[in-house]
């Protein structure tokens, strides 16, 4: 059998169906032997649709996704879709083409160091050097990439080593696979989990915050029963959105720079901080010195390098959320039993009627009129129409980077893990619409909608080509302001209102691209429509583009980076004003003509639009 047989033979073993690539000469043994095999291949446009495809496709099944890309550029144009997903501890392998054996280090023809420079941002890489360790290896590599703390792993499999043929018989698909030094560790330390049982018996004021490891271990369902039984209010990361029921009366939404005022004063002053599968991340924490103040802290990990590194914590456990949840539970319901204290209320009630208040006295406004239309107002028809739709239980988000994945996060109540998805650690401008693919790939009966700015959309508009051809019926909604919005907002407020390459003009028409792509589009200017277009884009079984004009002054409360997490601050609303250049202009300058250097400044008070304080 050929290594690239044998290769695809290893994929079909771990239950594999489908790939996302994009072929290259590094990788034609690997597409002829696709040629006779039952996997489905997804031909992305680029290589970094290829790579967040097979992420969206890891985030929402919950399976490993595989990418493709040949060696050189193929390899280098995965690296930010792999980086995302090692951000994000998601499980994908990405499979590169690499020249043959006996040309590396020869700088040949689209040769480039995949190992090196894939190495800092994988879980793991290896290069295949003969095909006989081609099963060991992919066994080796899935193993690695689903278990523990998940994420990606990458092998580099020159051309010869594709093509070399090798006895199957003599080298099998080995059913077990040893992995020296690699022990996760799974179950919490009894100790550990007794001394949490107390602290969280023994607190007046306790807050979860839930992270991506609450989704990615699967216990949604034992942190809302810890949540319920002790009656304990929940806040989530970004990533941690989906592992408990934005509805819920206990819920108090995201924390952290763009968390709400409920969740960032609740973990300010709580005297219990349990943090499960949650990293603090810098987004989260704002300034450290000033983080949960009043709290003794519990961080529940299965990666142990996380427990210390960014928040001191007085109750380490290392493990899976999901089994030192339900040990927790266990624990607690013994000791109700033999105590017959009170789990529930109301020890806590002062405590979670201050947080009610809270919630009550902040709820967003969401239903405005205006014209350019409000991106409040789109998240609220979003959520009314997958209602009215009874699409809650099968509709999947992915949104983009910057403001309309604040906005997303923010507003956007989701009750469902896996079902919205965001580049959260890395934070890459290009992953909503690719992500979608791999989503509705991975979930072909949700409905798919990805939330995206104009800027990240086209980033990789390119894949609007593959939801074309393949007639995947993705919903895209464009959050359409023109401007680089969240980079607008901090320069608006951190760099005296010094817009600076944050406009974007007039082009291109979306409506025209999509429908270029043969995709059916809207624009939507009036907020009336919204409603409707949306009923139309999610009912249809088709793509569909929707290019929402939406207020370029608008923005979104946020704590300023490494500020303290009560210190909500409200956006600059005001209009852009940043003027492009045109090329003739540039060429003066190039050239040196002394006249007309400067690019006229409009005085900043004139166009200032007021600024509106009525955010929550
Ligand atoms: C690949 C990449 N480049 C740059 C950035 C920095 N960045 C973060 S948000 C943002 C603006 C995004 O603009 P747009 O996509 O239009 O969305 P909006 O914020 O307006 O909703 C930029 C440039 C990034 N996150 N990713």
Redesign the pocket.
Known sequence: MRGAEALIKALEYEGVKVIFGYPGGALLPFYDALYDSDLIHILTRHEQGAAHAADGYARASGKVGVCVGTSGPGATNLVTGVATAYADSSPIIAITGQVPTRLIGNDAFQEIDALGIFMPIVKHNFQIRSSKDIPTTVRAAFEIAKTGRPGPVHIDLPKDVQEEEFDIEENPIPAKIDLPGYKPTIKGHPKQIKMAVNAIMTAERPVIIAGGGVNIANATEELLKLAELCSIPVCTTLMGKGSFPEEHPLSLGMVGMHGTKPANYAVSECDLLIAIGCRFSDRITGDVSSFAPYAKIIHIDIDPAEIGKNVDVDIPIVGDAKVVMRDIISHLLKMYRESGRELSSEGRREWLEYLESLKRSNIPKMDYDDVPIKPQRIVKELMDVIEELKLKDRSIITT?????QMWMAHYFKVHLPRTFLSSGGL????FGLPSAIGAKIAKPDSKVICV?????LM?NIQELGTIADYGIPVVVCV?D?R?????YQWQNLFYGRRQCNVNFGESPDFVKVAKGYGIEAQRVTDPNDIKDVLKEALLSDEPYLIDFAIDPAEGLPMVPPGGKLKNIIDPVRERPRERIPCFQEIKRKLLGDSKDRSIPQESLQDLNSPVEKEMY
Do not use: E
């Open positions: 983009d980077v910057g403001q309309n934070g890459t401008m290009g995206t700015g104009d800027g990240g980033m959050f302001n401007t680089l919005g969240m980079v």
